[in-house]
């Protein structure tokens, strides 16, 4: 390591000239001066002073850095404080209805004649969590041409087992105390069974339950539906046919 060192033309040593690189400044201090390279012209670069000012800038530009960074470790330095809520828990209700008939089919008549009908029970159970409205409807999955559903007289009564008899049964059925339509107690619907699958489609346009006001039904519910066909005395229901289907669909409210 070479210290930047000051001297003026009289402190040069003899046969200076000799010495690559040596050149001397009067009336200022003199510091190293870089020898030239070689093919290079004119004299080598000087570094005295130059290396003093770099060695204070980047002395002074580490003394800010640290400043800084002691500073900004002061304001980060944040007193705090966490408060959590208790587990939040989130679950659905359900809309669940059932019946007794395992698939099986309530109604059946072959070979009929006038004034023939069937009739059977069915038991519709809600088992939701969620208070809901139940509908019937009906739909025909086939049919003569025309169909026989016009001529076939169809009557709904809803109400009760006094005991469980077997499925489609209806020995202890005893309709509701009310005449909804005054076609008798209990009846929800008196009409023909192509006027029903007409006019109740699906849940939109279901029958309601019971038809003088909508009942809302509430979990371990259960009612109990006559449901009778009977074939008109009517010449032109002679050859025809139709199979159907009733449903009962539930909708929270």
Request: charged share 15%; glycine share 12%.
């Amino acid at each position: 390591m070479v210290d930047d060192v000051s001297v003026d033309s009289r402190d040069a040593p003899r046969d200076a000239s000799r010495i690559p690189g040596w050149e001397p400044r009067r009336g200022a201090p003199l510091g190293i001066r870089e020898p030239a390279g070689a093919g290079s012209k004119g004299a080598g670069r000087f570094l005295g002073r130059g290396v003093d000012r770099f060695a204070l800038w980047a002395g002074g530009a580490l003394l800010l850095v640290s400043l800084a960074s002691a500073a900004m470790g002061w304001t980060w330095s944040l007193f705090t404080s966490t408060r959590d809520t208790g587990s939040n828990s989130f679950a659905t209700g359900t809309v669940i209805i059932g019946d007794n008939d395992a698939s099986a089919a309530i109604l059946a008549i072959s070979g009929g004649m006038p004034g023939d009908f069937d009739e059977g029970c069915i038991t519709i159970t809600y088992s939701g969590t969620l208070p809901a409205t139940v509908k019937q409807y009906g739909t025909q999955t086939a049919a003569s041409t025309p169909s026989l559903a016009q001529y076939l007289d169809l009557r709904i009564t809803r109400g009760t087992f006094s005991s469980a008899p077997s499925f489609d049964a209806c020995s202890t059925f005893t309709p509701d105390a009310t005449d909804y339509l005054g076609a008798g107690n209990g009846v929800i619907y008196d009409g023909t069974l192509a006027n029903f699958d007409t006019t109740h489609t699906g849940f939109g346009n279901g029958l309601t339950d019971p038809s003088a006001s909508a009942e809302v039904w509430t979990a371990s519910e259960s009612h109990v539906y006559k449901v009778r066909v009977t074939v008109q005395n009517n010449n032109a229901a002679a050859g025809l046919n139709a199979t159907q289907t009733f449903s009962w669909e539930a909708q929270n409210n």
